[in-house]
């Protein structure tokens, strides 16, 4: 029998990209799922093709940046589904650019989602879990959260964040009873690269600058939850973003010159780019 056949999972930001890709992926292997998103019709839109498909699946309007939100997410669950088995918590954002252009409000609305949201969640779950004696908590940090990758210092930052967070959780939550996973991809094909707020490029031309190759949202999903189910504590895909981290600690220096590489030519492409009118 499938390990999540008949398993209540929440999905934060599971309207689009990976969280979309894990919730259609549970709900084939048998799980009910809750949506969890701000993006009501995208996330109505998956609800939908789910139960196209015989899924079982439902929306909970959910701004993770809310404190109270996500709270109510977790307790309507719970209430209505009787049990919380997974709590993935994988919504947010991106920023990129150089540190000297980014405001100080850019670097609030990345700490509000991506690791208060991330916060939240397992706020929310683990007490629910620890009631319970059971339960999974999923975090998606990234592989910018393993080791530092220059012109993204905000969203880099905060991926460290969450791989500090999901560490010392699962060693805490490990005598109750409640796993605890983080999710470090590389670069994944989701809205995240082509929305995200970009200082100094446009997000075309931010995209350019990555040498890496993208993998496909429902790729993805199929590595994390083979991580889940085997209850691996750092789950990173693919091949590079796993030779990469084993790279920086082993030889942390060995990775700065193509770090250098990458900052270089962020400025050469930021300077060839026309004088603001004034």
Not at 18 to 45: F, N, P, Q, Y
Not at 140 to 151: D, E, N, Q, V
Not at 223 to 248: C, D, E, M, T
């Amino acid at each position: 029998m499938d390990t999540y056949k008949n398993k209540i999972a929440i999905i934060t930001g599971g309207a689009s990209g990976m969280g979309r890709a894990v919730a259609h992926d549970l709900s084939r292997r048998g799980a009910s799922v809750v949506i969890a998103d701000i993006d009501t019709i995208g996330a109505e839109k998956v609800v939908q093709e789910i139960q196209e498909q015989a899924g079982r699946a439902r929306f909970i309007e959910t701004d993770v940046a809310e404190r109270a939100q996500v709270l109510a997410l977790v307790d309507e669950t719970v209430k209505t589904l009787g049990r919380l088995d997974y709590m993935f918590n994988i919504a947010g954002i991106g920023m990129g650019g150089e540190f000297q252009d980014m405001t100080i409000d850019m670097w609030n609305h990345v700490v509000g989602v991506d690791v208060l949201g991330v916060l939240y969640g397992c706020e929310a779950a683990y007490r629910v879990m620890i009631e319970q004696g059971f339960g999974h908590i999923v975090n998606m940090a990234s592989m910018t959260g393993l080791y530092a990758y220059p012109i993204a210092s905000a969203y880099s930052m905060s991926k460290f964040a969450v791989v500090g967070l999901s560490q010392s959780l699962r060693s805490e939550g490990h005598g109750y009873g409640v796993k605890v996973s983080v999710i470090c991809p590389g670069i994944v094909d989701t809205p995240l690269f082509k929305t995200g707020t970009m200082v100094g490029l446009t997000n075309e031309e931010m995209l350019a600058t990555v040498p890496l190759k993208f993998i496909s949202p429902e790729r993805a999903a199929e590595s994390i939850l083979k991580g889940v189910q085997r209850n691996k504590h750092f789950i990173v895909f693919p091949f590079y973003a796993r030779l990469a981290w084993w790279i920086y600690r082993i030889h942390p220096n060995l990775l700065t010159p193509f770090n250098k590489a990458l900052a270089n030519r962020f400025r050469r492409l930021k300077k060839s780019e026309p004088a603001p009118k004034v």
